[in-house]
Nanobody, 125 residues
């Protein structure tokens, strides 16, 4: 049974950092393509970053602008999102997602079939 559990969210000031973790079970993180999405109150869910199964290649949303890094640990079977230089507009619920596809072209919700429950990130000005 596939399960994704996010952790690491919290409240930080403008310019702060957080590291989100997504613990996976039921599959190996390096054999699935995985992603981080976020949803702010009153807004649609949007893609943040993806890590494809093939060679761990990555793709980031334009708004990331070099501030976030997605990574994975096959040993721990976890996906991570290191977030630096956080801004108030980064405030959202952050979700981990996974698909058995080894390649996804873009950061699209429709590509993912497994989702975690989310972890809240709040950035204060």
């Amino acid at each position: 049974q596939v399960r994704l559990v996010e952790s690491g969210g919290g409240s930080v000031p403008d310019g702060g950092s957080l590291r989100l973790s997504c613990a996976a079970s039921g599959f190996a993180v390096n054999r699935y393509s995985m992603a981080w999405f976020r949803q702010a109150p009153g807004k649609d869910r949007e893609g943040v970053a993806i890590m494809r199964s093939i060679k761990g290649s990555t793709l980031y949303a334009n708004f990331v602008q070099g501030r976030f890094t997605i990574s994975r640990s096959p040993d721990d079977n976890e996906l991570y999102l290191q977030m630096n230089s956080l801004k108030p507009e980064d405030t959202a619920m952050y979700y981990c997602a996974a698909t058995p596809r080894d390649w996804v072209e873009t950061i699209s919700e429709s590509d993912y079939i497994y989702w975690g429950q989310g972890t809240q990130v709040t950035v204060s000005s």
